[in-house]
């Protein structure tokens, strides 16, 4: 005899899950490499410029072309990808809730004003300073206050994006966190099977207001085997937690 599945051998398939995890994984992305590129640049803005600032033009110089390099294959790489991740996350997040959509643009606008003062002021001024081009000893002092100055310029704006990925990912972790498998709702949505049949009697019986002594038991019947199904809830209670069975298992949402 034909019957209903139960409801818990349903597998609804979570169209998002693909999604979800491609702005995940953009999310950590983005907050650990701006984590690294802001804790690189606090320790040069703390810690070096103050005593670069004291060296003279040829020995800032020197010091440059022993060390400058290792500096800049490690600044740049870690830069670029904190750019990229920042922005794909707002892209690919862009359709997402106002709280989280308003993290990311903040991420990604802030990481560009990073990008955009290092390019435009930083760069010039670093190849200038440590470069072959002649300086006169007048300029020098004036050339390294311009410099510190665009550091602690870009600073905030770093520790902003930090600060805003940061905040994408704990709302990320609470959103998209999968949730286990419940063994109370596992066997209240695999259910008895109920055939096309036993329906379609019970309700000819409900529908028989009157008639024969074997049609009111019937009918009796029927009500009771209604209320048995429809324990441990009633009414809309029920409904709401046999709907709960047809919800996505990969996700929370």
């Not at 994984?25 to 103050?50: D, E, H, K, Q, R």
């Not at 004291?54 to 020197?62: F, G, Q």
């Not at 300086?135 to 930090?162: G, S, Y």
């Amino acid at each position: 005899m034909e019957g209903f599945p139960a409801a818990g051998s349903i597998r609804v398939q979570n169209p998002g899950t693909r999604h979800t995890r491609l702005l995940r994984a953009l999310i950590s992305l983005s907050t650990l490499s701006l984590g690294l590129s802001c804790g690189a640049m606090l320790l040069i803005t703390l810690v070096l410029f103050p005593w670069l600032a004291i060296l003279s033009l040829s020995e800032l110089r020197a010091w440059s072309a022993l060390n400058g390099g290792a500096l800049r294959h490690l600044m740049y790489p870690v830069g670029t990808i904190a750019t990229l991740a920042t922005v794909a996350a707002y892209v690919v997040g862009r359709a997402e809730p106002w709280p989280q959509r308003a993290w990311l643009l903040t991420a990604a606008l802030a990481i560009i004003v990073v990008g955009v003062v290092t390019l435009v002021f930083n760069e010039p001024v670093n190849q200038l300073i440590l470069g072959a081009t002649p300086i006169a000893d007048a300029e020098f002092p004036v050339m390294i206050d311009r410099w510190i100055f665009w550091n602690w310029a870009r600073l905030p704006f770093a520790l902003l994006a930090f600060y805003a990925a940061n905040r994408c990912s704990a709302f990320g972790r609470s959103r998209f966190s999968l949730r286990r498998p419940d063994s109370n709702r596992e066997a209240h949505c695999s259910g008895p099977r109920t055939s096309r049949s036993d329906t379609a009697l019970q309700v000819r019986a409900l529908q028989s207001g009157s008639g024969d002594r074997g049609a009111r038991v019937r009918r009796r019947a029927a009500l009771s085997h209604l209320h048995e199904a429809r324990s441990p809830g009633s009414g809309s209670g029920d409904s709401a937690s046999r709907a709960e069975c047809f919800q996505p298992r990969g996700s929370r949402w």
